[in-house]
């Protein structure tokens, strides 16, 4: 139990396109996902957190008028990266966390989107 | 805002050694979790603290939460090609509606 899946894994696209990335919770109902980015030999580092019927919270320095989150349902929250720049390419990361998780407070992280902007 | 250090940056071990990383931070978590992360792919949990001074252990790892809430260590018993990997700590905040702060990472490296 407990997987959550990221789509695409893999996506290239042209300088000023815009790319979606999907977050699935496969088993489980989560109100909450975060979004993290991590550049090559580098942490994961939060961008935003998502939540179910509301506008993601960003984290400092992350633009959320080119980061666009929605999670419109308990199940799903996307990324959208628009007007993408080579600078945007990374490996982007979600996790979600469970809607009933009683007393764990685990996340559980998606495998990852490898994007690179041309 | 919160910042984990995480150390060593890398290691490069013989196969069945033993290997020791920490964290440490100036700020008191809630939750200390250790992660390891495969190329190319997400983090997989590897070990969830959740009381200060807890020590707990999975399989040949061993991992405690520090009393003071502000620093943890991980240890691999008896390492094997199949550890090698980036071993990430990450602090959780409950109060700051569960979100992680990551280390920088530790890279394992093993000689077979």
């Known amino acids: 139990g407990a997987v959550v899946s990221q789509h695409p894994s893999r996506v290239i696209c042209k300088s000023g396109t815009s790319v979606k990335i999907e977050c699935r919770s496969l088993d489980f109902q989560a109100t909450t996902m975060f979004w993290y980015r991590q550049f090559p030999k580098q942490s994961l580092m939060l961008m935003a957190t998502?939540?179910?019927?509301?506008?993601?919270?960003?984290e400092q320095g992350v633009e959320k008028d080119k980061f666009l989150i929605n999670h419109a349902s308990l199940t799903l929250s996307t990324l959208t990266v628009t007007s993408a720049h080579p600078e945007d390419s990374s490996f982007y990361i979600c996790?979600?966390?469970?809607?009933?998780?009683?007393?764990?407070?685990?996340?559980?992280f998606g495998p990852g989107t490898r994007l690179t902007v041309t | 805002g919160q910042q984990l250090n995480q150390s060593p940056q890398s290691m490069f071990i013989q196969e069945g050694e033993d290997v020791s990383m920490n964290c440490t931070s100036s700020?008191?978590?809630?939750?200390w979790l250790w992660y390891k992360q495969d190329p190319g792919e997400g983090p997989v949990l590897l070990i969830a603290l959740y009381k200060a001074g807890e020590l707990t252990s999975n399989g040949r790892l061993t991992a405690q939460f520090g009393i003071t809430r502000k620093d943890s260590f991980l240890n691999i018993s008896a390492s094997i090609p199949s550890d090698v990997g980036i071993y990430f700590c990450?602090?959780?905040?409950?109060?700051?509606?569960?979100?992680?702060?990551f280390g920088a990472g530790t890279i394992l490296r093993v000689k077979s």
């Open positions: 990450a602090g959780q905040l409950w109060e700051y509606g569960n979100k992680l702060v």
């Open positions: 700020s008191i978590f809630n939750t």
């Open positions: 998502s939540n179910e019927g509301s506008k993601a919270t960003y």
């Open positions: 996790s979600a966390f469970p809607l009933s998780s009683g007393d764990s407070y685990e996340q559980y």
